[in-house]
């Protein structure tokens, strides 16, 4: 989980007052808890409800075809999402700057902490003091962050351009 200094950066809060605000309407909700020492961990019971979804079998996105429902087996959404726990967060898109690589405001997504990236991964990056999400780009000793919509442009860095996490996974509730 996130410290509360790195989330009143994530979510440009200005005091870390505003976090605890929010941190204590997650744990009120029952989302996070405190170890004993009094860093964050999601809930056991917010692990237990999303941890095992049955899965079912295939689906054809092709021509339709004769699909028999069974049970194969259970996937655990944190094994098939999540590779380094300690690193990984969630956070909620606000903007279209991404709609062409299928990302879209309200859609949350998973990241994991990182300070570099190759070229063409979708970053969270702070950039001249400012945090978005883009496609990082890199040509030699050039960097930029590239949006996926042909109605914004291509960021380049003035000061600084540091990565903070990489995209894992998107997820969307229809």
Request: aromatic share 10%.
């Amino acid at each position: 989980m996130p410290t509360y200094s790195e989330m009143m950066k994530l979510f440009s809060f200005k005091s870390k007052n505003a976090v605890f605000r929010v941190v204590e309407k997650l744990i009120e909700a029952g989302l996070v808890a405190k170890d004993h020492l009094g860093r964050l961990l999601p809930s056991e019971s917010f692990q237990d409800n999303i941890a095992n979804v049955p899965m079912l079998g295939f689906v054809t996105a092709g021509f339709p075809a004769i699909v028999e429902e069974e049970m194969t087996d259970t996937v655990n959404l944190d094994d098939f999402l999540i590779k380094n726990k300690p690193l990984t967060y969630m956070l909620e898109v606000d903007g279209d700057s991404m709609i062409d690589a299928h990302i879209e405001k309200g859609d949350m997504i998973l990241v994991e902490k990182a300070n570099i990236a190759k070229d063409m991964q979708i970053v969270i990056a702070e950039v001249d003091g400012e945090f978005t999400m883009k496609y990082f780009r890199k040509e030699g000793n050039k960097v930029w962050l590239q949006p996926a919509n042909k109605n914004y442009k291509p960021i380049y860095p003035t000061q600084s351009l540091n990565v903070v996490a990489v995209l894992k996974a998107v997820v969307r509730k229809y």
